[in-house]
Nanobody
Framework: QVQLVESGGGLVQAGGSLRLSCAAS????????MGWYRQAPGKQRELVAA???????YYADSVKGRFTISRDNAKNTTYLQMNSLKPEDTARYYC?????????WGRGTQVTVSS
C-alpha cells in the first residue's frame, strides 16, 4: 500500500507563489506517473499537472506558464511550483501516484488565493 503526504498549501494573495510537495512511502514499485489534481467547491476534480517516469509533463491550459511540476525519483516526491496565483486557483489540491499495479491519492492540501 502506498501512502501519500501533501504539504505546502496555504493562504496567499493574488500574484503570489506556493510550492506543494507530495512524498510517497510504503509499497512503492515502479511509479509510472505522478500528478496533481484540484477540486474547488461545487466543481469536479480536475487534472492540473502530471509528470511521467520519463520526465514528460502535462499541464492544464489554465495553469500553463504559471505552474511547474517536478519529481525527485530518489525521494519518491513530486513538487508543484505555483506562481502568479489567481483567485480561481483556489481549491483543494490532491496528489496522485500511479504505479504498474495501483493508483493512490493523498488527502489533499488547501490552497486559497485572495484577491
Amino acid at each position: 500500500q502506498v501512502q501519500l503526504v501533501e504539504s505546502g498549501g496555504g493562504l496567499v494573495q493574488a500574484g503570489g507563489s506556493l510550492r506543494l510537495s507530495c512524498a510517497a512511502s510504503g509499497s512503492i514499485f515502479s511509479i509510472e506517473r505522478m500528478g496533481w489534481y484540484r477540486q474547488a467547491p461545487g466543481k469536479q476534480r480536475e487534472l492540473v499537472a502530471a509528470i511521467t517516469s520519463g520526465g514528460s509533463s502535462y499541464y492544464a491550459d489554465s495553469v500553463k506558464g504559471r505552474f511547474t511540476i517536478s519529481r525527485d525519483n530518489a525521494k519518491n516526491t513530486t513538487y508543484l511550483q505555483m506562481n502568479s496565483l489567481k483567485p480561481e486557483d483556489t481549491a483543494r489540491y490532491y496528489c496522485n501516484i500511479e504505479t504498474v499495479v495501483s493508483s493512490s491519492w493523498g488527502r489533499g492540501t488547501q490552497v486559497t488565493v485572495s484577491s
